[in-house]
């Protein structure tokens, strides 16, 4: 089993940052990758960026040379790096962590882009 914590969401102005946090507990040494997906109201639930063991990244077009997906693995923590932000980055941002049969997901933490 593995846990996800989701932190750092919040209301932030259109051009800002923000960094969420995912922190992971449980059977750490089984996931094989990680990432953040978002959902906006009305819409499917999009992957953002993932990170694989071996630190090999892959970004949404819509987020590439803005986001990014550091790692502190001393503190098991996952994080997204938000800058230059949208009014259409808003959604709720889930953090995902994938063994090799299962997944799981995060509580999810609200982004909000606005003026």
Do not use: H
């Not at 063991?53 to 693995?73: E, H, Q, V």
């Amino acid at each position: 089993q593995v846990q996800l914590v989701e932190s750092g969401g919040g209301l932030v102005q259109p051009g800002g940052s923000l960094r969420l946090s995912c922190v992971v507990s449980g059977s750490i040494l089984s996931v094989y990758v990680m990432g953040w997906y978002r959902q906006a109201p009305g819409k499917q639930r999009e992957l953002v960026a993932t990170i694989t063991r071996g630190g090999s990244t892959n970004y949404a077009d819509s987020i590439k040379g803005r986001f990014t997906i550091p790692r502190d693995n001393a503190k098991n923590t996952v994080y997204l790096q938000m800058n230059t932000l949208k009014p259409e980055d808003t959604a709720v941002y889930y953090c995902y962590a994938a063994e090799v049969a299962k997944g799981y997901w995060g509580q999810g933490t609200q982004v909000t882009v606005s003026s």
